[in-house]
């Protein structure tokens, strides 16, 4: 099994000399320039860091979408292939992230169609909710709260994402890349292949939906 | 009305068409391209009835292909169910040998279209509903991939995934 | 777009994504319309809370394997015809490969065809040399599986895998129902599996 060493890679400097935050945040987009024109021309060690760049953000954006932590970490790890293969397409018109999020939406577009057939097998339907297995059988160490923060938080979590699973997929997206993410207007009309127009109605529908299902938490805070 | 109803309210004409979505048409992902046969074996140098009466000794060619694996020898092989599936082109699909048990399940999906000679497919082992192993492999004709598995009844499970033969998928 | 441009400016106002002129012109404007200025606090007080509940970056579990793997796989999956070495190459290595290997590998395939005895597929004349170590990956961090490329399959160890309790039962199992059926209505010996 292949396994790199790169203890503590979202804090260290990778071989590219280039630090990376913890939190993934992006603090040089021209550096993200920098090391795509490198990976264009084949430097694996500058795609890895852009890999540990923005594997973050790309996880907990699919994570916030899709709720299966197993199938976000696979559908994350599909972005950066696609990416790779589509990386002599990219111009730098756009920040290279904005771009990563563009291929996220079609990856996680096709997941959720695939997870809609009906399989041909005998299979109980049950089995396919993730729900009914062992909710301890995390495929990953959680990385989810520190023990002593307070449990409104956590139930504020629950609720936001109980009320989020409710939306549709596109105003799911779009409350995700603007109030989560931070994407400008602009930048999620192009992730989401819609007019300016229509971002801007999702959005609105979307955030009055989300009030009105968290109108007694949001209003107690 | 809160001040955000009353503002967005202003927007109410700037709803444009959402995208059309993709008209419906047929998928051909979902087209079988083959057939996964998952087999659980019950390995023991013990007494093999310990498993239970119902279940048979493998046949001589399993046998042999068992013991010429060398974490895979054992006095006693029995099979204790076995599954076969549809692989689908573009979806995944999923094998539950021990029907109706759960307690051992494979997950499997093609990653690219199979030739003559490989049919790659990821693949991932659940055992006692929880995801233990997630491996990629590639298939070629009647090669299995054998996972030893867990212990029971004095024996371990050996996980045989292979490709089933297109003209008795049963055999 | 049927937006009027006023419209469209508000909109990007009440998120504070306009800048320079275009901000200092309509914010201007804008104060003096105290709705708009409740709009826009009201926007941001959400975005606070959303955004400190909802992550927008998190590491992956694993995340030294979770690169390891995309570099695999893009190694991987160069031209279809070009073998991946079992040998750990520079990356960029190993997606050449030599014309003669090439040649002697499209050679070996034809004569392959050419037999027709062979109860195993023609890969097997080259299955040594183009046999990928596959990934392995145990979400556990307790189980530990070992691959081994075995001599008529490929073996996965798993250690560390709690045992099934000795109290759960297959006897009920689908297949031997199946196979009882076949036994029964065919009145022969069992069939080999």
Redesign the interface.
Same mark, same amino acid.
Request: proline share 1%; hydrophobic share 35%.
């Given at each position: 099994?292949?396994?790199?060493?790169?203890?503590g890679?979202?804090k260290n400097e990778q071989g590219t000399g280039v630090p990376v935050g913890l939190?993934?945040?992006l603090s040089d987009p021209e550096d993200d320039f920098r090391l795509v024109a490198l990976a264009q021309k084949?430097d694996?060690r500058s795609?890895?860091a852009l890999?540990?760049r923005h594997?973050?953000?790309i996880?907990?954006m699919i994570?916030?979408m899709i709720h299966q932590?197993?199938d976000?970490?696979d559908l994350?790890?599909e972005v950066?292939?696609k990416a790779?293969?589509a990386l002599p397409r990219f111009e730098a018109k756009a920040r290279f992230s904005t771009w990563l999020y563009r291929i996220a939406h079609n990856v996680v577009y096709d997941w959720t169609r695939?997870r809609k057939?009906e %399989?041909? &097998?005998?299979?109980?339907d049950e089995? !396919?909710e993730r729900n009914?297995?062992?909710p301890s059988?995390?495929?990953?160490?959680s990385?989810g709260e520190a023990p002593d923060e307070s449990m409104s938080?956590g139930e504020?979590?629950v609720k936001?994402?109980a009320a989020?699973a409710k939306l549709s997929e596109?105003h799911r997206e779009v409350?995700?890349l603007?109030?989560?993410?931070?994407l400008?207007?602009k930048e999620i009309a192009d992730v989401m292949?819609? %007019?300016? &127009?229509?971002v801007?109605?999702?959005l !609105?529908?979307a955030?009055?939906k989300l009030?009105a299902l968290l109108k007694d938490e949001?209003e107690s805070? | 009305m809160t001040h955000l109803s009353r503002i967005f309210f202003l927007f109410a004409f700037l709803a444009a068409l959402l995208p059309g979505r993709m008209s419906a048409q047929e998928d051909p992902g979902k087209g079988a391209i083959g057939q996964i046969a998952v087999r659980v074996f019950y390995a023991t140098d013990g007494d093999p009835s310990l498993a239970g009466d119902k279940f048979k000794k493998v046949s001589d060619k399993t046998e042999k292909l068992l013991r010429s694996e060398t974490r895979l020898v054992f006095k006693n092989y029995l099979l204790l169910g076995k599954d076969v599936q549809p692989l689908f082109r573009s979806y995944e699909n999923w094998a539950q040998p021990l029907k109706p048990s759960d307690e051992v399940l494979v997950r499997f999906e093609a990653r690219t279209l199979p030739t003559p000679h490989s049919t790659p497919l990821d693949v991932e082992l659940w055992l006692s509903r929880k995801k233990i192993l997630k491996t990629d492999i590639n298939l070629v004709g009647e090669k299995p991939l054998f996972v030893l598995g867990p212990q029971w009844r004095g024996g371990r499970l050996i996980i045989s995934i292979a490709l089933a033969p297109k003209e008795n998928p049963d055999s | 777009m049927n937006t009027n441009p006023d419209e469209a400016k508000l909109a990007l106002w009440l998120e504070d994504e306009l800048q320079g002129e275009d901000l200092a012109s309509f914010e201007a404007w804008a104060l003096t319309q105290p709705e708009h200025i409740a709009a826009r606090e009201e926007i941001r007080a959400w975005k606070k809370t959303i955004s400190s509940t909802l992550p927008a970056s998190e590491e992956p579990p694993f995340p030294d394997f979770f690169n390891s793997k995309v570099l695999q796989a893009i190694s991987q999956s160069a031209p279809a015809a070009e073998p991946v070495k079992v040998a750990k190459p520079a990356f960029w290595k190993s997606w050449l490969m030599p014309a003669s290997a090439f040649a002697g590998m499209a050679l070996a395939f034809w004569v392959g065809t050419k037999t027709h005895d062979q109860p195993q597929p023609q890969v097997v004349h080259h299955a040594p040399e183009v046999e990928i170590q596959p990934v392995v990956y145990t979400p556990d961090g307790v189980v530990n599986a070992v691959w081994t490329a075995g001599t008529g399959s490929s073996v996965i160890v798993l250690e560390g895998v709690n045992p099934i309790p000795d109290s759960t039962d297959f006897s009920e199992t689908a297949y031997l129902d199946h196979e009882r059926e076949i036994d029964s209505t065919a009145g022969r010996e069992s069939v080999p599996h």
């Open positions: 099994m292949m396994n790199k060493s790169t203890a890679s979202s939190d993934g945040s084949g694996m795609y890895d890999v540990t594997r973050g953000r996880f907990a994570r916030n932590e197993a976000a970490w994350s790890q950066f292939i790779w293969h695939k057939i %399989s041909a &097998g005998e299979l109980n089995i !396919f009914s297995i062992d059988a995390s495929t990953a160490p990385g938080h504020l979590r936001i994402e989020m596109e409350v995700l603007k109030d989560v993410q931070g400008s207007y292949g819609s %007019s300016l &127009g229509t801007m109605s999702r !609105f529908y955030r009055q009030q949001y805070r | - | -």
